[in-house]
């Protein structure tokens, strides 16, 4: 045998695995003047060639990809069968956040993201909706869309469980957090009436696909609980809306009060209530709720 020969049989073994695919931005839609939508495609979502999803974003005065300065971000997530124009369309946060001098960062999901790394039966991968939102978005943002790394985080129903998990995970990434109407405990950790979100459950979950079995898998269910992460979540002011109007809004009620009442006996935990048993879970309520935490929530991040 050659030595030409011994190389060519050996070669595979000295091919370097292909690289992952990187995030990318497939298009961009200017929808109005403040409104740019942004189609991203990530190996962490789910679909042939990684279906491309859409991130929104509400601009500043002034804002353009060519600026010489940055601007902080408020990332505000959509609730459960719901998307990135759900803020917009429904809870007016375009007029809301009228001449503020930020980047309001609106992603979509799916209809049940969690805003979790699925477990998908022990599999994991894709959907990583954690690792899309918090590495791919998060540095596509920072590194072409003019965004700063001083950043808050807001988000409604399913949503208010993401700010608030991801405030907890990643924290000093997040000047301060709020939820609205949140499912703050949907491993119902704290006593709240009722077992823990099961398929067909709240947003219509496979949640044994997302989190696995809450007995066999707690440990994926406890990372994920914004009620047991409540002591990581120091350090940052944190506004908590919820109402008892409805009965939905009734079990958000026993999750959020219990949350609430966690909060304020953990030491270096800074919490706003903001609790009316009027409201519903609808998006009257969070738009008011929003008007509500967004002054301080701008304040957090150095504007106004």
Known sequence: MTLVTVLVALAPSFIPAPAQAAPTVRWEARVSDRILDIGISSPNLEGPDFAVKVVRLLLPPGWSKDATRTWPTIWVLHGG????????????????????DAIYVLPETSWCSAYSDWWNYGSYGAPAWEKYLMGDVRTLLESTYRANTTRAIAGNSMGGLGAMKFAAKYQGWFRSAASFSGNVDPLHDSGAPGEPDKPGQGCAADWKRVWGDYTAQRHIWEQNNPYTQAAELTGIPLFVSYGKN??????????????????????????????????????SAWSSAMSWALRDLLRSVGVG
């Open 246 to 283: 409805g009965l939905v809004e009734s079990a958000v009620y026993e999750q959020n009060s219990r949350f609430v009442a966690k909060l304020e006996n953990t030491p270096g935990v800074d919490v706003r209530e903001r609790y009316d048993a009027g409201a519903g879970h609808d998006w």
């Open 81 to 100: 069968f719901d998307d990135h124009k759900s803020w917009t369309d429904k809870g007016d946060l375009e007029a809301l956040t009228a001449n503020t």
